[in-house]
C-alpha cells in the first residue's frame, strides 16, 4: 500500500489554527520524503510542504512562516500544523510520497468568517 490518508480538515475563522494529519500503513514511510498538496476550488493542484525522510523540511513561499511540516515516523504520521490561516487557504489538502503512489481523498479546509 502505498496511499496516505488524509484528516483534520475543517472549518476555521482566519487567523485560526488546524493540524492536518496524513497517516500510512506498511514499512516503507520512513525511508520516504512525502509532500503536502493543495487544490482550491477551480485552480491547479499546488505544492505546499516538504518533509524528507531525514526530516528536512521545505515550504512554498505562500505558507513560509505559518505552516510547520513534521513526521513522526514510529506513528507512520506526517502532520502539517497550519496557524495564521487566510481564506486563500482554502482548499483541499492532499499528502503524498515523493516518486510513488496515487492520491487520496485528501481533507477539505476552510477559513471563512
Known amino acids: 500500500q502505498v496511499q496516505l490518508v488524509e484528516s483534520g480538515g475543517g472549518l476555521v475563522q482566519p487567523g485560526g489554527s488546524l493540524r492536518l494529519s496524513c497517516a500510512a500503513s506498511?514499512?516503507?514511510?520512513?525511508?520516504?520524503?512525502i509532500h503536502w498538496y493543495r487544490q482550491a476550488p477551480g485552480k491547479q493542484r499546488e505544492w505546499v510542504a516538504l518533509?524528507?525522510?531525514?526530516?528536512?523540511?521545505n515550504y512554498a513561499d505562500s505558507v513560509k512562516g505559518r505552516f510547520t511540516i513534521s513526521r513522526d515516523n514510529a506513528k507512520n504520521t506526517v502532520y502539517l500544523q497550519m496557524n495564521s490561516l487566510k481564506p486563500e487557504d482554502t482548499a483541499v489538502y492532499y499528502c503524498?510520497?515523493?516518486?510513488?503512489?496515487?492520491w487520496g481523498q485528501g481533507t477539505q479546509v476552510t477559513v471563512s468568517s
Open positions: 503524498k510520497y515523493q516518486g510513488i503512489g496515487s
Open positions: 506498511g514499512s516503507i514511510f520512513s525511508i520516504y520524503n
Open positions: 518533509i524528507s525522510s531525514s526530516g528536512n523540511t
